[in-house]
């Protein structure tokens, strides 16, 4: 039996280890695929638009979806924010290039410490992550405002 | 066998009455699940703001986004433009009333007359059609002058 224990402690260890080594919160490959919440243009008139100026694009996967019913996202709910460049001629604004891709992945165990959810942020079309720890901590702080709403501040447009 | 005939035809007519009864090209009804191809902005500076402007968000059902892949659209291709009021305020942007959906549907053998596409267009959230004959051919006109990517302006985003 201690050997057994041991045997399990040893690939609790392994695993975890694995776990430590990849990024918290993977790149949401499939996301393009995925059901598009709404949309947001932050334009130059915008206190933030040096940081945060374009075309937001919110995407969810399906167990997102289903929180939007409830307003409560079941663990496995991914939400992405997609910031694209706006390029305007003639009165026409057209998509340009990728800012970044902001990610929240709800795992009420993994992310106990940030009310369930798991930030990321990846620039451009890269694929690893770029945010840090105070860059977290900025992500949390002001999704959990939205207290009714279990911390997401979209909602699904009909 | 002469009665037979009589009563497949007496099934054809009753099917192609019922064909003719209902629009040519229906609501959409799961657009809204379907994958988002990409966004462009119409604004008041575009001379045909007061038709057309707003967000137009297009969305492509699989087949279309087959179509997407290959330059040409294979029968049951659907594309949907869904054009959205635009409320701005301090600099941001935001989603206000649906003022219409306008939709493509490829049938080669039904819509032989206008390269293979049947256009529709349903005002705001209602769901009955309301293009008249006049307005098929202007979408037809416009569109048939992209003949390279099969008579549809929009490219899939990555």
């Known amino acids: 039996m201690k050997a057994l224990l041991t045997t399990i402690g040893l690939f609790a260890v392994t695993w975890m280890s694995a776990g430590a080594a990849?990024?918290?919160v993977p790149y949401p490959?499939?996301?393009?695929?995925?059901?598009?919440?709404?949309?947001?243009l932050i334009g130059p008139q915008h206190a933030r638009f040096a940081s945060?100026?374009?075309?937001?694009?919110?995407?969810?996967?399906?167990?997102?979806?289903?929180?939007?019913?409830i307003g409560k996202f079941p663990d496995g709910s991914v939400l992405v924010d997609d910031l694209l460049e706006i390029k305007?001629?003639?009165?026409?604004?057209?998509?340009?290039?990728?800012?970044?891709?902001?990610?929240?992945?709800?795992?009420?165990?993994?992310?106990?410490?940030?009310?369930?959810?798991g930030f990321e942020v990846f620039k451009g079309d890269e694929s690893s992550p770029a945010l840090n720890a105070e860059g977290k901590t900025a992500c949390f702080t002001c999704h959990s405002k939205q207290k009714d709403h279990d911390s997401v501040y979209s909602q699904f447009r009909k």
Do not use: C, I, Q
């Open 22 to 24: 990849d990024p918290a």
């Open 88 to 117: 305007e001629s003639e009165g026409v604004s057209s998509e340009g290039a990728r800012r970044r891709v902001a990610v929240m992945v709800k795992d009420s165990a993994r992310f106990r410490e940030t009310g369930g959810w």
């Open 52 to 69: 945060n100026g374009g075309l937001h694009h919110f995407y969810a996967n399906d167990k997102a979806l289903d929180g939007y019913k």
């Open 29 to 40: 490959a499939e996301y393009r695929k995925w059901v598009h919440v709404k949309s947001t």
